[in-house]
Nanobody, 121 residues
Framework: VQLQASGGGLVQAGGSLRLSCVVS??????TIWSRQGPGKERELVAT????????WYADSVRGRFTISRNNAKDTVWLQMNNLKPGDTAVYYC?????????????????WGQGTLVTVSS
C-alpha cells in the first residue's frame, strides 16, 4: 500500500483547506487522517472504514472537518473548514488492510509522507 498526501498550506483563521491522499492498493482498506502539532503527540483526527458507514471525528474537529473518499476508492479527502490556529500541524493519512480496530493509530502500517497545515491568527 502506498499513500501520497497533499494539499497543505498557509491559511488564515476561519479559512478552509482540502487535503488529498492518493491510495495505491488493490485491497480493501480502512483509512485515517491524523496530525501532529508543534510539541504535541500525534493525534487521531478522522477515520473512514472501507464500508464507509461509520466515520469518526475527534471532538476538536467534529462539525468542521469532513473525511470522504471518491467512488473509485483511490483518493481520500479531508475537508477542513473554519480552521483555527490550534489546527496547525503536519497532517498524515494512513491505511490498513486488516481487521484490527479502526480507531487506533498504532494499528495502521501504511503512512503517507505528511503535509503541513499552518493556520495564522
Amino acid at each position: 500500500v502506498q499513500l501520497q498526501a497533499s494539499g497543505g498550506g498557509l491559511v488564515q483563521a476561519g479559512g478552509s483547506l482540502r487535503l488529498s491522499c492518493v491510495v495505491s492498493t488493490r485491497s480493501a482498506y480502512d483509512t485515517i487522517w491524523s496530525r501532529q502539532g508543534p510539541g504535541k503527540e500525534r493525534e487521531l483526527v478522522a477515520t473512514l472504514p472501507w464500508r464507509g458507514d461509520k466515520k469518526w471525528y475527534a471532538d476538536s474537529v467534529r462539525g468542521r472537518f469532513t473525511i470522504s473518499r471518491n467512488n473509485a476508492k483511490d483518493t481520500v479527502w479531508l475537508q477542513m473548514n473554519n480552521l483555527k490556529p490550534g489546527d496547525t500541524a503536519v497532517y498524515y493519512c494512513a491505511a490498513k488492510t486488516d481487521g484490527r480496530p479502526v480507531n487506533r493509530i498504532s494499528n495502521y502500517d501504511h503512512w503517507g509522507q505528511g503535509t503541513l497545515v499552518t493556520v495564522s491568527s
